[in-house]
């Protein structure tokens, strides 16, 4: 589980889905913050009054104490003034040293399914941590953790995943699962082979790999893996996934697959750089106060 937890805060109903989430992925010990990001900066360009800028604070901090009562949750409250949504929640990230931040989907999604609006979009591009998006109507769902999965394909993003999903599964009681998705170019097949042999070969073959991982139950198909891990996650309560790593400034570089699960899992996603944390320094729990708002 996760350590040091932001969770990004705003009007919509999806913040009572990501701060469900939260609660879920949030070690014993962990901590957790909430987080509303206004356009501090842009006010200030367009002339807006220390009045007007005192009241927008005010309102955003009495928002995030609604949140906290509604959701009964213990955390600390963070206001940040920036010029955009996902730097303020970035630079709040880096600035406590989180290790996971969690969104909500956009509410014209439909129930159960994740689906990014602008606001989310710019919380996963370029992220200093993992990112976890929870989908529409989360909160009002049962949220047990009965099943966790990975998207596997045998690299070292998929392989961080698994071990994370291992531990997560165990201090959840849950069962644990792996996908592997086989895509197989025309070119690559043998003429003198039936397509359907060939492909039932390698589709077997991903599920042999997979169990030899062991103590995980196998799953593989045919197809696009953003596609088929997408059906995939409609049997989870959790698919976890690896990204590309981080890029040259310590950023989390999402490939097309991750990108493309943010707008079509079925269930909360977690997406993981291969250096990506569970766990954060004991002391961190405690360096801020539960009570009021810290600014960024």
Do not use: W
Not at 13 to 34: E, H, P
Not at 229 to 245: E, N, P, T
């Amino acid at each position: 589980m996760f350590r040091e937890i932001v969770v990004g805060v705003d009007e919509h109903m999806g913040s009572r889905d990501a701060i469900a989430l939260a609660r879920n992925l949030s070690a014993r010990d962990g901590a957790v913050t909430l987080a509303h990001v206004y356009t501090d900066e842009s006010q200030v360009q367009r002339g807006v009054s220390a009045a007007d800028r005192a009241q927008v604070r005010t309102h955003a901090l009495e928002l995030l104490e609604t949140a906290r009562e509604q959701a009964g949750v213990q955390a600390h409250l963070r206001l940040c003034g920036s010029s955009s949504v996902g730097r303020g929640l970035h630079e709040l990230c880096e600035g406590i040293d989180a290790d996971l931040l969690v969104v909500g989907s956009s509410q014209r999604g439909l129930l159960g399914r994740v689906r990014v609006g602008d606001a989310t979009r710019a919380a996963l591009n370029g992220a200093p941590c993992a990112i976890a998006v929870a989908p529409a109507g989360y909160a009002s769902e049962p949220t047990a953790m009965r099943e966790i999965g990975v998207g596997y394909d045998g690299s070292p993003e998929s392989d961080h995943a698994l071990e994370l999903a291992r531990r997560i599964a165990v201090q959840a009681g849950a069962k644990l699962s792996a996908f592997e998705a086989i895509s197989v170019p025309p070119t690559s097949v043998n003429a003198a082979r039936p397509l359907s042999a060939a492909v039932d070969a390698l589709v077997n073959e991903a599920r042999d790999r997979i169990a030899a991982l062991g103590n995980v139950e196998p799953h593989a198909a045919y197809g696009d893996p953003a596609e088929e891990l997408a059906v995939y996650s409609a049997s989870l309560d959790l698919l976890i996934v690896g990204s590309r790593g981080y890029g040259p400034i310590g950023r989390l570089i999402h490939g097309s697959t991750s990108r493309q699960l943010a707008s079509t899992a079925r269930c909360p996603l977690l997406v993981l750089a291969r250096g990506a944390r569970g766990a954060q320094r004991p002391e961190a729990a405690g360096e801020r106060v539960a009570r009021g708002a810290d600014p960024c």
